[in-house]
């Protein structure tokens, strides 16, 4: 039986053969990339080893991707999206507790970083200085990531009947936090290769984070200043 659009016809069969044919094609391409740029470096592959490794022709790859640098973004936008289903169900997994929230960074490490060091050496390596387009797409990822966290935090503490001392401090927290776990990604996964610590590192991030953000939370209906109503 053949396939229906969304206006109700048929779509015919050769036709979502070929679409699943290029799908394919395309994961190919991009998995070859991943696994060059993080095995070899962004600046030391070429597209020519890229097609090599996909079995397919130089000129399929620029028939599909402009160049190397849209490879980049392409797999950049991937990784970002996986990222922030990971960070997501770790919160839907939640109670909504402070404590869960400054855990789910926790996920980030042992679910994506371990579980794909690949792709967290294009993320925090190999995607930093190589050109202004994804310099630009690296920023709008991270201030993605920062607004899903400040957004969940702010959702967690108003569940909690707390609130900020400060109206920045949501945005304060969420930046930190993307920070951090950026900074300890790179520093113990891709500098030093120090995968036996990382999990006990990240538990002791949580205890940093957790009290870091209780000292700016005061009960609903208090005054910032530390006087009542």
């Known amino acids: 039986m053949e396939s ?10 050769r036709t979502l053969r070929k679409q699943r044919e290029k799908e394919r094609r395309i994961n190919t391409i991009l998995n070859s990339a991943e696994e060059l740029f993080a095995r070899k470096g962004y600046q030391q592959t070429n597209i020519d080893e890229i097609a090599d490794l996909a079995e397919v022709s130089t000129g399929t790859i620029y028939f599909y991707f402009k160049n190397k640098e849209d490879l980049l973004i392409k797999l950049m936008n991937a990784i970002g999206y996986q990222i922030r289903r990971i960070l997501g169900e770790g919160l839907a997994g939640s109670d909504f507790s402070l404590e869960d929230f400054c855990a789910v960074g926790t996920g980030f490490i042992k679910d994506f970083c371990l579980s794909y060091p690949g792709k967290a050496t294009i993320m925090f390596r190999e995607s930093v200085g190589q050109g202004d387009e ?10 993605v990531l920062t607004q899903d966290i400040k957004v969940g935090l702010e959702e967690v503490v108003q ?11 949501a945005e304060l927290i969420a930046a930190l936090v993307v920070g951090i ?6 520093h113990y996964l891709i500098w030093q290769d120090q995968t036996d610590i990382i999990s006990d590192l990240a538990d002791e991030t949580i205890s940093f984070l957790l009290a870091g953000t209780s000292s700016l939370l005061t009960p609903c209906g208090d005054d910032i200043d530390g006087k009542d109503d």
């Open 4 to 13: 229906m659009t969304s206006s109700g016809s048929e779509v015919p069969r």
């Open 134 to 143: 994804v310099e630009e797409q690296r920023k709008r990822l991270f201030s």
């Open 159 to 169: 569940r909690r009947g707390m609130v900020f001392k400060s109206a920045h401090s």
């Open 181 to 186: 776990y950026n900074q300890l990604a790179y």
